[in-house]
């Protein structure tokens, strides 16, 4: 294994996130992993970043599937956005389809402690 190299167990002990997530990550297209000659997955030291950032998008509410949109342009582990047009309409949209989850939880938690206060 070349240096700045690490197996998925090492990845998993320095990020804390199970091999099993990180497996589902890559197949997600949120990590890149390059095989070796064995089989076993190789991941660069700035995997510890990526799989930081995912955490912490997924953290925000988003899906893999808009993560995979933005980590592109994601930097550091927190991570700060570099925007673009693209990326500011699509975080746009995912931020009204939340508040639009939001209202209609609300709606059906009124309905809920109406049947409870009710009996």
């Known amino acids: 294994m070349r240096r700045g190299q690490m197996l998925i167990g090492e990845l998993s002990r320095r990020t804390g996130v199970s091999t099993r997530l990180l497996r ?26 990526t ?19 933005v980590l592109p342009c994601a930097r550091g582990e927190r991570p700060e956005i570099d925007w673009c047009t693209e990326l500011w309409e699509v975080l746009n949209g995912e931020l009204a389809a939340m508040d639009h989850r939001i209202d209609d939880l609300r709606r059906s938690r009124g309905t809920l402690a109406g049947y409870l206060t009710g009996s």
């Open 51 to 69: 799989v930081r950032q995912v955490r912490a998008l997924l953290k925000a509410g988003l899906s893999t599937e808009v993560i995979r949109e």
């Open 24 to 49: 589902y990550y890559e197949a997600q297209g949120l990590l890149d992993v390059r095989r070796g000659s064995n089989g076993y997955r190789h991941y660069d030291d700035d995997s510890v970043v």
